[in-house]
C-alpha cells in the first residue's frame, strides 16, 4: 500500500487508504473526485435520504476511521473531517498523477491538520476559563511594578471625612415634594371642569346666533318655520327622537303582522277540521 498511495496512507492510515480506493474503483478515479465526495464516501445512502427528508447531510463517510479524527472531540469532528478530506484529496492527485514516491506531502499535512486540532482544543479550553475569545490573557506591563514587589506608588485608602452629611437634607426634600404633588395634581383636576365649561360656552353662543340668523333669513323669504321647536335642541337630539319613533311605527307594524299571522293560522286549522268532518260524514253515508 505505500507503494501505491504513500501520501494518502500518512494521513489517513493503511486501512482507511484502502477502504476509499476500493470505493473508488481505482485510484486514478478517486483523484478525480472533489474533496467534499471523498469526506462522504461510504455515507451515500445517508446523504441521500437527507436530501429527500430534508435533515441535515453527513459530516463524514469512510474517512470517520482515521486516527485524526478518532482523536478529535465529537464537536470538532465535523471540522477535522472537513479539513482531512480536502488534504487527503490532494495527497490521492500526488499519489495518482506526481512522478515522486516520497510521502513527504502526506506527512507535511498531518502535521497541520494536528496544529489545527491543538488549536481547537486550545480555544475551548481558553473559553472554559474563562477569557473572551479563547486565547490566555496576557498581563499588561506596568512600568511601577518591580520583581517580587508590589506597586511603588502605595494604595489609595478611603478617607471618611470626605463624606457628605446631604442624606438627611435630600430626604426631608424628597418628602416636600410628595406633599406638594398630590395638592397641585387636586387644584389641576378642581380646575378642570371649569375650563371645560368656559371652553364650550362660545360654541354654544355661536349656534344659538346661527340658529336665529336662519329663522331670520326664513322668515323674509316667507318659509314656513316651526316656532315651537325650542332653540337649545341640537340636531343630534332630533335625530334620536326620530330613530325613537322610527322604532314605535316598526314595532307596532310587527305587532299587526304577528296577528295577521295567527289569525290565517287559525283559520287554516279550521278549514282542516271542517274539512276532515265533511269527510267521516261522506264516509258513513256511504256505508250506510
Not at 494604595?155 to 471618611?160: E, I, L, Q
Request: contains cysteine; hydrophobic residues 30%; glycine residues 6%.
Amino acid at each position: 500500500m505505500n507503494t501505491v498511495a504513500p501520501n494518502l496512507t500518512a494521513l489517513v492510515g493503511e486501512l482507511v487508504g484502502a477502504r476509499l480506493i476500493a470505493h473508488g474503483g481505482s485510484l486514478i478515479n478517486l483523484a478525480k473526485q472533489p474533496g467534499s465526495t471523498v469526506q462522504i464516501l461510504g455515507a451515500e445512502k445517508a446523504l441521500f435520504r437527507a436530501l429527500k427528508t430534508k435533515h441535515s447531510t453527513p459530516k463524514y463517510g469512510l474517512i470517520y476511521h482515521a486516527s485524526l479524527v478518532g482523536q478529535a472531540a465529537p464537536k470538532h469532528k465535523g471540522k477535522i473531517s472537513r479539513s482531512l478530506a480536502a488534504k487527503a484529496a490532494l495527497a490521492i492527485r500526488c499519489d495518482a498523477l506526481g512522478d515522486d514516491q516520497d510521502n513527504s506531502m502526506g506527512l507535511e499535512n498531518r502535521a497541520k491538520l494536528e496544529a489545527r486540532l491543538r488549536a481547537l482544543e486550545g480555544k475551548e479550553l481558553g473559553r472554559s476559563a474563562g477569557s473572551a475569545k479563547g486565547k490566555p490573557k496576557i498581563e499588561v506591563y506596568d512600568k511601577d511594578r518591580k520583581k517580587g514587589a508590589g506597586l511603588i506608588t502605595p494604595a489609595k485608602t478611603y478617607n471618611p471625612a470626605a463624606d457628605s452629611v446631604l442624606s438627611q437634607i435630600t430626604n426631608t426634600a424628597a418628602v416636600d415634594e410628595q406633599d406638594t404633588v398630590p395638592k397641585k395634581k387636586k387644584k389641576v383636576e378642581a380646575e378642570l371642569p371649569q375650563i371645560e365649561k368656559a371652553a364650550a360656552v362660545p360654541a354654544i353662543e355661536a349656534k344659538k346666533e346661527k340658529k336665529k340668523k336662519k329663522k331670520k333669513a326664513d322668515k323674509e323669504a316667507g318659509l314656513p318655520t316651526n316656532e315651537n321647536e325650542p332653540e337649545n335642541e341640537e340636531p343630534m337630539e332630533k335625530e334620536k327622537k326620530k330613530h325613537q319613533t322610527e322604532d314605535v311605527e316598526n314595532a307596532e307594524v310587527g305587532e299587526k303582522k304577528k296577528k295577521k299571522r295567527k289569525h290565517e293560522e287559525q283559520e287554516d286549522t279550521e278549514s282542516e277540521v271542517q274539512t276532515k268532518k265533511e269527510k267521516k260524514k261522506k264516509k258513513k253515508k256511504s256505508e250506510d
